[in-house]
């Protein structure tokens, strides 16, 4: 869509504009401006002129009324939280007084197939992350949307885009039998993503080389939340669960291919491989460590140093570090 440089550190807003078939649904990082009858005819010109350009007109010609949607501008994101999300898509919602408006996309032809309690049980845990992760870090929700979006054929488990998390459709569990341990498993990758639109999406790393800041702490506290958030015991301990991964860090560790949890990434494509046991479950496991070392509320009162000072910044190891040491250091009453 756009040339860019692919680094964490380097930041910009957008504003997207959009125009597909009427039966299309688009969702992108920030919510849709307001109808604007004569923006979108401009947006529509324009459109127009570049198709034409592209040698692309066809594509439009063969739509029937199309949609125009206008996106407001997103705060200043590195480029790899930028999402759109196209296509025959239906949504439940959950509107609140104190939370941002949330919405849980599917297709179409899946509505219908899905369990309706298990996904407003998906509203109801992101209202609970929510509000556990606003305590915790002591920082709300600082983007205007929460949109979840189970895409089809998505290679990964689940993507922390800002206000569009895109999710593998597996864990619809469509066909399946939906048992407590399946749903626990969603909500933790559920809490995993929500804990990203603070540690990531409000302070992100400044080079690949504390990938592990972004996952390993997203991991961590997506156990810890599920563990303590009282409205969330329902479910039963994360943490047997947690051992599992932490084993998986472990059969990393003991590989040729083994790596510090913070290691030098010399170029995107080197990036790519940090993605493994180590920089997500090992480096869990270290967390887990840090936070039984220091007491949950000193470590949440580093958390709260960490976000009060780095919000909207880029961080690096000893930034987090220190935080967590002069948290430690502090007296208490």
């Known amino acids: 869509m756009f040339p860019t440089f692919d680094q964490p550190d380097l930041k910009a807003s957008w ?17 849709a401006t307001q109808e604007n009858r004569q923006l979108q005819e401009e947006v529509v010109k324009t459109i127009v002129d570049v198709s034409q350009s592209f040698g692309a007109s066809e594509i439009l010609n063969s739509m029937r009324s199309p949609t125009v949607t206008i996106f407001k501008e997103t705060p200043k994101i590195p480029t790899y939280l930028y999402a759109i999300v196209a296509g025959p898509y239906k ?8 939370l941002p408006p ?23 845990v992101t209202k609970s992350g929510l509000n556990f992760y606003k305590d915790l870090f002591g920082k709300p929700f600082v983007f205007s949307k929460y949109d979840q979006v189970f895409a089809p054929e998505f290679a990964s488990g ?14 619809l569990y469509i066909g399946e039998p939906l048992t407590l341990e399946k749903r626990k498993a969603s909500f933790i990758t559920i809490m995993h993503e929500l804990a990203h639109h603070w540690f990531g999406n409000l302070v992100t790393m400044k080079w690949w080389n504390d990938l592990w800041l972004n996952e390993s702490f997203a991991t961590y506290i997506s156990y810890m939340s599920i563990s303590r958030a009282e409205d969330l015991h329902y479910l039963g ?11 998986g860090g472990v059969r990393d560790d003991i590989l040729n291919t083994t790596h510090p949890i913070c290691s030098e990434i010399k170029n995107i494509e080197s990036a790519d491989s ?47 570090v220190g935080c967590l040491v002069e948290a430690y250091q502090e007296k208490r009453p």
Not at 237 to 247: A, I, L, M, Y
Not at 283 to 293: D, E, M, N, P, V
Request: charged letters at 30%.
């Open 274 to 320: 940090a993605f493994d046991g180590i920089s997500y479950d090992k480096g869990a496991s270290f967390l887990k460590q840090t936070h039984k070392l220091m007491g949950h509320e000193r470590f949440k009162a580093a958390l709260h140093k960490y976000f009060d000072r780095y919000q909207w910044k880029n961080t690096e190891l000893k930034d987090f």
């Open 237 to 247: 301990s994360p943490w047997d669960d947690f051992v599992t991964r932490k084993f």
């Open 158 to 171: 689940a993507m922390e885009n800002v206000g569009c998390v895109t999710i593998n459709e597996d864990l």
């Open 91 to 98: 949504h439940i919602e959950l509107n609140e007084v104190g």
């Open 102 to 124: 949330m919405k849980v996309y599917l297709r179409d032809s899946l509505m219908k197939k899905a369990d309706q309690n298990y996904l407003k049980e998906i509203m109801t």
């Open 15 to 31: 504003q997207l504009s959009t125009i597909v078939p009427k039966e299309w649904t688009v969702v992108s990082n920030e919510l």
